[in-house]
Each structure stands twice: as structure tokens, then as C-alpha cells.
């Protein structure tokens, strides 16, 4: 029972912060496939220096005040 509750939460989480995101990318006036394009261009520059997770990166936008948080999990320093 207790994974059933633990299961609805997060996915209530997960469906929470879909919908900030969204509202966000709306008032910013960008679009969910732009903060995707977003996503893959900054991993495709990260990448050149340092190995990454590129399923855990995530983005952010806030609009008080207006900034990109991203968060990029570094797995290693890519080789020279």
C-alpha cells in the first residue's frame, strides 16, 4: 500500500513541475519544443569538455527573477 502512495506522490510531483515549467515557458513566451532545443544545445556544448548524464540534465526557467537553471550531472573531465 505504502508504494502505491509513495508512486502517486512522485508522479503528482512530476506532473507538478511539468506544469511550472509550462506556465513558465508561456509567460517568457517559450515554447515547450524551444526549451528542448535548449536542452540539446546545451548538451551538445557541455559535452566537448566533460563527459555527462544526459538523462539527468535539467532545465529551469523562473521568471522573478528571469534565469536559466540548469543542472548538468558531470560524470568526468573528457579526455584531451
Do not use: W
Request: hydrophobic residues 40%.
Amino acid at each position: 500500500m505504502r508504494a502505491f502512495f509513495s508512486e502517486k506522490n512522485r508522479s503528482a510531483g512530476y506532473a507538478r513541475d511539468r506544469m511550472k515549467l509550462l506556465l513558465v515557458s508561456e509567460r517568457i513566451d517559450c515554447s515547450p519544443q524551444m526549451m528542448k532545443l535548449l536542452r540539446n544545445d546545451l548538451i551538445h556544448a557541455v559535452k566537448k569538455y566533460v563527459v555527462i548524464d544526459e538523462k539527468r540534465v535539467t532545465i529551469q526557467i523562473s521568471q522573478e527573477p528571469p534565469v536559466l537553471h540548469a543542472v548538468i550531472p558531470v560524470l568526468k573531465k573528457r579526455d584531451a
